[in-house]
């Protein structure tokens, strides 16, 4: 059985809650380690897993780290675009993934599943299936996979699980109008407690955005 790799930044103090956070495409778990000594939760655990390394077909086929293949970026954030099978697996990852923390004495309701881009679509599409309630969803620069699916497919228990949404004004990868804002608009029409930030900035992370993050993991787990 595949297990995803991890860099893990570990509380400072009494360990109360954990965060899992995924990369974007082609990136990996260290992209984001810088963040954790940032964020104001010195009870919180950060995990960085690395995604699986795959072809992915908009690139010509390189192999590179990524949580599932995206054909292109031509079409709209509600076709048919990406690998379902390949979602589905690293989805399966994910769970054990959080699964393993609870084994370790944290509660489902205090773990984040958090992402950038490829991983943003991973953590909104694993949050909304899982079984139990969990602390919060973060999506960062990134979009709902898959919305007829969801509907049928998102599971109850984390209906009113909080969810971070922050995407710049100028992302050329991942638009914030046809991918991040009507994905946004889509979860809240569903009755979910979402925010919205976005950042004069491309397709990235900026300092403000930082600290939004920080007081909202401060505040899903206090």
């Given at each position: 059985?595949?297990?995803?790799?991890?860099?893990?930044?570990?509380?400072?103090?009494?360990h109360?809650?954990?965060v899992?956070w995924?990369?974007?495409?082609?990136?990996?778990?260290?992209?984001?380690?810088?963040?954790?000594?940032?964020m104001?939760?010195?009870h919180?655990?950060?995990?960085?897993p690395?995604?699986?390394?795959?072809?992915?077909?908009?690139?010509?086929?390189?192999?590179?780290?990524?949580?599932?293949?995206?054909?292109?970026?031509?079409s709209?954030?509600?076709?048919?675009?990406?690998?379902?099978?390949?979602?589905?697996e690293s989805?399966?990852?994910?769970?054990?993934?959080i699964?393993s923390?609870q084994?370790?004495?944290?509660?489902?309701?205090?773990?984040?599943?958090a992402?950038?881009?490829?991983?943003g679509?991973?953590?909104?599409?694993?949050?909304?299936?899982?079984?139990?309630?969990?602390?919060?969803?973060?999506?960062?620069?990134?979009?709902?996979l898959?919305?007829?699916?969801?509907?049928?497919?998102?599971?109850?228990s984390?209906?009113?699980?909080?969810?971070?949404?922050?995407?710049?004004?100028?992302?050329?990868?991942?638009?914030?109008i046809?991918?991040?804002?009507?994905?946004?608009?889509?979860?809240?029409?569903?009755?979910?407690?979402c925010?919205?930030?976005?950042y004069?900035?491309?397709?990235?992370v900026?300092?403000?955005?930082?600290?939004?993050?920080?007081?909202?993991?401060?505040?899903?787990?206090?």
């Amino acid at each position: 059985m595949t297990v995803l790799e991890t860099i893990v930044h570990n509380s400072t103090s009494e360990h109360k809650g954990t965060v899992i956070w995924m990369h974007g495409l082609g990136a990996d778990g260290h992209d984001f380690e810088s963040l954790a000594p940032m964020m104001d939760s010195p009870h919180t655990r950060f995990v960085f897993p690395h995604a699986p390394i795959r072809p992915v077909t908009m690139n010509g086929g390189m192999r590179m780290r990524s949580w599932y293949d995206i054909r292109n970026l031509v079409s709209g954030p509600y076709n048919d675009r990406e690998s379902l099978e390949e979602v589905e697996e690293s989805h399966t990852l994910l769970l054990e993934l959080i699964e393993s923390e609870q084994q370790n004495g944290i509660p489902f309701k205090q773990i984040i599943l958090a992402g950038f881009s490829q991983g943003g679509a991973m953590s909104l599409y694993t949050g909304c299936r899982f079984p139990y309630q969990l602390a919060g969803i973060m999506v960062l620069s990134s979009y709902l996979l898959f919305p007829d699916a969801h509907k049928t497919e998102s599971h109850p228990s984390n209906i009113q699980t909080p969810i971070l949404f922050c995407h710049g004004s100028y992302d050329p990868m991942v638009d914030i109008i046809q991918a991040g804002k009507k994905s946004y608009d889509f979860l809240v029409e569903e009755g979910r407690t979402c925010e919205w930030h976005e950042y004069p900035m491309g397709h990235e992370v900026c300092m403000p955005e930082v600290r939004e993050i920080s007081r909202w993991i401060s505040e899903c787990i206090p």
